[in-house]
């Protein structure tokens, strides 16, 4: 594959997750429950990268997602929870990535990771507040991100075996 091939796809790859993000911080959250809660729809595009990507180029897209969306609707506030929420969740599910895909889905890494965002986020508010007792939100922000990761997990799934530039990516990438 030449350099320019891969370096369009990551273009449109951080594309899509800035416009997705940036849509989503427009919709409200309907549970008063859960006060800040999201469905991490941007996320979509962090496991389609793990699965079409190097470490390297899946990791600098992240990066370069969260910059942009930060720099055209947030606040520094916001790139410091979202930061911390979206490397502590690609960590986690490259890790867990790792195990195969015989022990662990797409869908399995995803919850994963929509769990993982929630503990980076809450680690950032307990160190703003300077108190542990923020992590006492972890129960209810947890149930609601296992959810919203596994409806991510499922469209990543369905967007990887149906477009056929995701599996030509796919097949690259394994190639390696």
């Given at each position: 594959?030449?350099?320019?091939?891969?370096?369009?796809?990551?273009?449109?790859?951080?594309?899509?997750?800035?416009?997705?993000?940036?849509?989503?911080?427009?919709?409200?959250?309907?549970?008063?429950?859960?006060?800040?809660?999201?469905?991490?729809?941007?996320?979509?595009?962090?496991?389609?990268?793990?699965?079409?990507?190097?470490?390297?180029?899946?990791?600098?897209?992240?990066?370069?997602?969260?910059?942009?969306?930060?720099?055209?609707?947030?606040?520094?506030?916001?790139?410091?929870?979202?930061?911390?929420?979206?490397?502590?969740?690609?960590?986690?599910?490259?890790?867990?990535?790792?195990?195969?895909?015989?022990?662990?889905?797409?869908?399995?890494?995803?919850?994963?990771?929509?769990?993982?965002?929630?503990?980076?986020?809450?680690?950032?508010?307990?160190?703003?507040?300077?108190?542990?007792?923020?992590?006492?939100?972890?129960?209810?922000?947890?149930i609601i991100g296992i959810l919203a990761g596994i409806a991510v997990g499922i469209a990543a799934n369905y967007l990887m075996e149906h477009v056929k530039t995701l599996q030509y990516f796919k097949k690259v990438h394994e190639a390696k």
């Amino acid at each position: 594959m030449n350099k320019n091939k891969k370096l369009i796809y990551i273009s449109l790859l951080v594309a899509q997750g800035v416009i997705i993000g940036l849509l989503e911080n427009m919709i409200p959250f309907p549970f008063a429950i859960a006060p800040g809660a999201k469905l991490g729809l941007a996320n979509l595009i962090t496991i389609i990268s793990l699965f079409t990507m190097t470490k390297r180029e899946s990791f600098f897209l992240v990066c370069l997602r969260l910059v942009l969306t930060t720099l055209l609707g947030g606040t520094i506030s916001t790139l410091m929870y979202s930061a911390t929420g979206a490397l502590l969740s690609y960590l986690g599910m490259l890790l867990i990535k790792q195990l195969g895909p015989k022990r662990v889905s797409i869908i399995g890494i995803s919850a994963a990771g929509g769990f993982l965002h929630n503990v980076g986020q809450l680690f950032t508010a307990s160190f703003i507040a300077r108190s542990w007792s923020v992590m006492l939100y972890l129960p209810v922000l947890s149930i609601i991100g296992i959810l919203a990761g596994i409806a991510v997990g499922i469209a990543a799934n369905y967007l990887m075996e149906h477009v056929k530039t995701l599996q030509y990516f796919k097949k690259v990438h394994e190639a390696k």
